[in-house]
Structure formats: C-alpha cells, structure tokens
C-alpha cells in the first residue's frame, strides 16, 4: 500500500487522486516504447508508473525531499533519472539529449505555471511536445483568439511559438487537497518553423506589456510611444481598436516595425513577473 505523503503549501501541490482523470491523461499523451520523456512534479507518481510501463525512457523533476525518497523507493528504475531541482532552472540539457527530442508531461503548480511555460519554450529546440495541467483559466488565456476577453499577452507569446490545442476539464475533486479551482489539460506543440518571422521577441514582449496592461484603452494611447495614428494606419492598422483584437500576426508586425534602437525601448521583464 502506498503512503501518503501530505501536500505542502508553499510548493503548491495539489495531489491527482481521480483515477479516471489519470487515465484520460495517459491516453491523451499516448507514450510510446523508447521515446524520451519528462514528467515536471511526479508528486507522488501515479502518472509515472503508466509513463514507465509505456516502455518510455523516464526522467523526473521534483523539488520536494519527501516525494523524492517516495519516488526512489516506489520505483528503483528512476534512480539515476530523478532530478532533485526546481522546475524553473532546470535545464533540457541535462538529459543528455542526442538528435532526439523530449515529450514533456505535467501536472505543474499554478503559482509557477506561466514563468515555467516561458522557460520551457526558450528550450522549445529541444521539445517535440508538451501537455500539461493547468488552472482553467490559465488554459483560456493559452488557447483564446483575438476579440476574446481571454486573448492577452499569454495568448499571443505562446500562440506563436506554438500550436495550443484545450482538452478536457479536470474538477477540484480529483485532487487531495482540492484547489479552489477547475484545472484543464492543455496540449502544445511547438512549432517547427516560427509561424511569422518576427525581428525581436524582446521589443514584441513590452509591446504587449505595454498594451495589456492598459487594455481598455485604444492602441492609439497604449503604444503611442511607438507609434503616431498615421503610421498605425500606415501598417494597417484602426487607432481606434484595442489590444484584443489584434491578431498575433498583426502584433508581429507590429513589432517588426520597431527596432531596438527606438528611444523608449527597454528589455523586458519575464513575462511571469507581472
């Protein structure tokens, strides 16, 4: 009989239960035989046992002392597989990859969700695809199209890196303890080319910022730092929309019509930081 390890705050762990859920979850991901994987937060391994006995080559990543030890003694064939960091500095790298690309699978803590998806797609070279759990909401704002209330920077900077496709709803009954909100599992793929060539993804990420954060008004006074009404138009451009309903595309070429020399670029913050 397994143990149970009590779920600690402070990394937010919420511990899958539902066995119907982890189900799903395996045959959404569909592991195969000598494939590479990464599982991101085992906890306490109940979708590790379906990844190891895919036949798939396993490494986890795992911050907390207690799951570890748990993990080391449940499944003895992860020993030299288990990686002891936080998920936000680990490196792909460290799995001594050769030509072949890592799946990556999730069940990740909603208080790091958006700077870990960041992080990652920085490694995106190294990734064939990923599907991870995540808050609801969160999972919105990953798949929203422009005019949604939704579609914000999220939206654009991961739509454009990769192809995001909502699976199912996953209720906070599934989990011990329950989190006070539905979670959705989420499946990405990134892309093989970009999907518009783009300049900068430093000055297309304090655009966004910029706009975002002031998403009621028109992109006249949201990026007038960038740009006059004549040269929005001159782009194609309404002054009058708002950030919203700009399509990824349009905001690449926006972005392409701004260079790192313009006097109020800055590099931007990570776009988890606020």
Request: hydrophobic content about 45%; glycine content about 4%.
């Amino acid at each position: 009989m397994t143990r149970f390890i009590a779920a600690k705050k402070h990394f937010g762990q919420n511990f899958l239960q539902d066995d119907a859920v982890v189900a799903a979850i395996v045959s959404a991901f569909a592991a195969q035989k000598g494939e590479r994987v990464l599982e991101i937060g085992p906890g306490q391994g109940v979708l590790t046992q379906h990844l190891l006995t895919s036949g798939a080559v396993v490494d986890v990543v795992e911050i907390d002392n207690d799951l570890i030890a748990h993990l080391e003694r449940r499944y003895p064939q992860l020993q030299q597989h288990i990686h002891h960091q936080d998920a936000l500095t680990f490196s792909l790298t460290q799995l001594n990859l050769s030509q072949e690309k890592v799946r990556i699978i999730g069940n990740l803590p909603y208080n790091i969700s958006t700077p870990l998806l960041f992080h990652l797609l920085a490694q995106k070279d190294h990734i064939s695809d990923m599907l991870f759990m995540l808050q609801q909401e969160v999972v919105e704002r990953l798949a929203a199209q422009p005019g949604c209330k939704a579609y914000g920077r999220l939206s654009v900077m991961v739509q454009l890196q990769c192809r995001v496709q909502a699976l199912f709803s996953v209720p906070p009954q599934a989990f011990k303890p329950q989190p006070k909100v539905m979670s959705k599992i989420v499946y990405l793929v990134p892309h093989e080319k970009p999907l518009y060539a783009i300049t900068s993804m430093a000055v297309l990420e304090n655009m966004l910022r910029d706009a975002f954060n002031q998403r009621r008004k028109t992109i006249q006074n949201s990026l007038k730092q960038y740009f006059n009404a004549e040269q929005f138009i001159a782009l194609g451009l309404d002054p009058k929309i708002r950030a919203e309903q700009i399509s990824v595309e349009q905001w690449v070429k926006l972005a392409n019509a701004v260079t790192p020399s313009f006097g109020n670029y800055t590099e931007p913050r990570p776009l988890g930081s606020g």
